[in-house]
């Protein structure tokens, strides 16, 4: 696979009420992960999930809600394949993310890195998305990240 040719990283984060092993499993767990991992207004479906340092998934999370830029695979689809490229249980998630499309500026490799800290309150839970392809305008980026994160909160806090 070709990395993006973007340089650009974006990030997030957010302490959670959780332990770093809840939040470590609520990610190896595909039908937990398939309810708080879409930001708001999508769903996802997970079609492929093989959580081992080089194993494989794949996922297509699909607009509920209408939405002022199309999706990435289709209109109102993204869907994404890569490689779980590490796993420390508890402590790190490292992903290889390359969506289907035919449009270039969605193009190449990012890569996904989420960090799990065990903080007084929690867990400092941090995205770091490095080679964000073009075509994924930072401020949805963003806000998708934070969204996510939001979701994870409420999924695991309960």
Not at 84 to 100: A, G, M, W
Not at 102 to 125: C, H, N, R
Request: glycine share 6%; hydrophobic share 35%.
């Amino acid at each position: 696979m070709t990395r993006s040719s973007s340089n650009r990283i974006d990030s997030a984060s957010r302490v959670i009420m959780a332990s770093p092993k809840a939040i470590y499993q609520a990610f190896m767990n595909p039908e937990a992960l398939g309810t708080w991992l879409p930001p708001k207004g999508m769903a996802a479906h997970i079609e492929v999930f093989d959580p081992r340092e080089g194993g494989a998934y794949k996922m297509a999370l699909t607009y509920e809600v209408d939405h002022s830029n199309p999706g990435k695979t289709s209109a109102h689809t993204d869907v994404s394949q890569g490689t779980f490229l590490e796993l420390v249980p508890d402590t790190k998630i490292v992903l290889s993310v390359n969506f289907d499309s035919e449009d270039p500026a969605f193009s190449g490799e990012m890569i996904q890195t989420w960090y799990l800290e065990a903080v007084l309150e929690g867990t400092k839970v941090i995205i770091v998305c490095e080679h964000v392809p073009e075509g994924i305008r930072k401020e949805d980026h963003d806000e998708g990240l934070g969204s996510t994160l939001e979701n994870l909160a409420q999924f695991i806090e309960k």
